[in-house]
């Protein structure tokens, strides 16, 4: 039996074993098929391969920031942000490489929170899980704001009327709230309930779709380009590259999302590495060109504040109005597949946390006839709608960064810890340069990290204190560890 004092509860880690048999015993039962103590065996599904994942990766990731997050960013770096860019971009590719060993060895779902409860026990784990959620649901409502913005400059172009001000951005003088982004946020919820592997069908599509508007942007973005664009190339200085770094790393968040499917992946211990670094790649690519191309064909100083940049510089670029109402549609379809993939990883999160008892068993219900799990998925909804109708675009940005950074945080020094603890552990993939890269990958994160503003420190706080009341107010007493102490001593117990 273990020991009951508080440090061992902190410390207590659920077994890779006991992870990997819950994910594998629940696949096997049918829908329905009644497991032990008479509970539903309704279960998640495997129904996503390689290329449906890669695409909610994909999806998750270009247009997390990229369709509105220069109008925020190039004010603070100037034509530097594509360093920022670049810096954002090598701090996400030595996480993925973690997060890609990481998902080999445990298969599940829960992303980071489950990785953390595994190696650096229950404490950390729920602090990872609240950041998590406030990672996934901040950004889902930083998109639903962005998407706003596109379909407003669509309505415009195409019929001359826009959405009435009041009612299409955060309260504040002369607005009362932004109801495009509920509705949004509302239209995917409804999606998500209908099933997974609907979902993911129409995200696989509208990646498609999004990859072809942004390479429409790069296109004629570039037929604008000038030189002179990009001097002075840091007025700022180093400081504002990093800011901006900072605030972009949201934009990556997609890399997460990928390891919140572990349940519903066929062959995860090789599908998953795989879609994490097809994801990388092709994000890296993209987002690299769309911030040059972007750069290149309008002042840095015009980007302030600039709602719908990118198919404002489409306009300005040609003089007519198709370009851009063409980018802004494709802007709308795309947002709208984000928006989905951000609000799925969300739920499962909420999911693995409920099954495990750190949060009310309510939210790993699942319908018997969807396998999706309803209840959680109305209760995300209406949190996020929230925040996207009443919080400002630049303030949810930068708090989704610092949950994103934190978690990749906990991925890379969990490798280095499950590597220590269970050496043999199978692995489809491989960490290369171990321990260099997750050594370095931490370092990075917490570089970025400093570069963030005070503010979202306060807003980390608060997440943090929420975290300490209904952890010790509630999950360390109806943990599924608590109440069977004696499953987690074997293999998995804490050593100091």
């Given amino acids: 039996m273990a020991s009951n004092t508080l440090g061992a509860r902190l410390l207590r880690r659920k077994p890779v074993s006991s992870l990997i048999a819950e994910s594998d015993g629940h696949s096997g039962l049918p829908a329905g098929a009644p497991e032990e103590g008479g509970r539903s065996g309704i279960h998640l599904r495997r129904s996503i391969g390689l290329w449906q994942l890669s695409a909610i990766g994909i999806g998750a990731t270009i247009g ?145 779709i999004k990859i072809l508007i942004l390479l429409l942007f790069v296109g004629v973005a570039l037929t604008g380009f000038h030189s002179g664009n990009l001097t002075p190339f840091m007025p700022l200085g180093i400081g504002g590259v990093q800011v901006a770094a900072s605030s972009i790393f949201f934009s990556f968040i997609g890399l997460d999302a990928v390891s919140t499917a572990g349940e519903e992946v066929k062959n995860p211990r090789r599908t998953l590495p795989m879609a994490i670094i097809i994801s990388l790649v092709v994000v890296t690519l993209l987002y690299i060109l769309v911030a040059l191309a972007g750069i290149g064909a309008q002042p840095w100083n015009k980007f302030d504040g600039q709602e719908a940049g990118l198919a404002q510089i489409l306009q ?48 790993a219900e699942l319908s018997p006839r969807t ?62 340069g171990y321990p260099v890269v997750p050594l370095v990958s931490v370092a990075f994160c917490v570089y970025l990290i400093t570069g963030l503003h005070a503010d979202t420190f306060r807003a980390g706080g608060i997440a943090l204190a929420v975290a300490v009341v209904v952890y010790f107010g509630y999950s360390i007493k109806h943990s599924k560890l608590e109440q069977n102490e004696e499953q987690a001593a074997p293999v998995d117990s804490p050593t100091v």
């Fill in 64 to 208: 997390t920031g990229i369709f509105f997050v220069l109008s925020t960013a190039v004010p603070a770096a100037g034509p530097a942000v594509i360093l920022s860019f670049v810096i954002a971009a090598i701090t996400a590719g030595l996480t993925a490489l973690c997060y890609a060993e990481m998902a080999s060895a445990i298969p599940v779902s829960g992303s980071s929170y489950s990785y953390a409860y595994a190696t650096l026990g229950e404490g950390v784990a729920f602090g990872v899980g609240i950041c998590l959620l406030m990672e996934y649901g901040v950004s889902a409502s930083a998109i639903a704001v962005s998407w706003a913005e596109y379909l407003n400059k669509f309505l415009d172009l195409a019929f001359g009327f826009k959405i009435p001000e009041q009612l299409s951005a955060a309260p504040d003088s002369t607005h009362w709230f932004n109801l495009p982004a509920l509705l949004l946020v509302a239209m995917v919820c409804f999606l998500l309930i209908r099933g997974v592997s609907e979902s993911v069908k129409v995200n696989a599509v509208m990646v498609g």
């Fill in 316 to 363: 300005d670029i040609t003089g007519q109005s198709w370009p851009a109402m063409v980018f802004a549609i494709g802007a709308i379809i795309s947002i709208f597949s984000i928006t989905i993939v951000v609000i799925y990883g969300q739920t499962r999160i909420l999911y693995s946390m409920g099954r495990d008892g750190m949060l009310p068993k309510r939210f």
């Fill in 371 to 432: 396998g999706t799990p309803v209840w959680n998925t109305i209760v995300v909804g209406v949190g996020v709608g929230a925040l996207a109708a009443f919080v400002p675009l630049n303030i949810l940005a930068d708090i989704t960064s610092l949950g994103t950074l934190i978690a990749f945080s906990v991925v890379s020094i969990g490798v280095m810890v499950l590597r220590r603890t269970q050496p043999d552990l199978p692995r489809g993939f491989k960490v290369p």
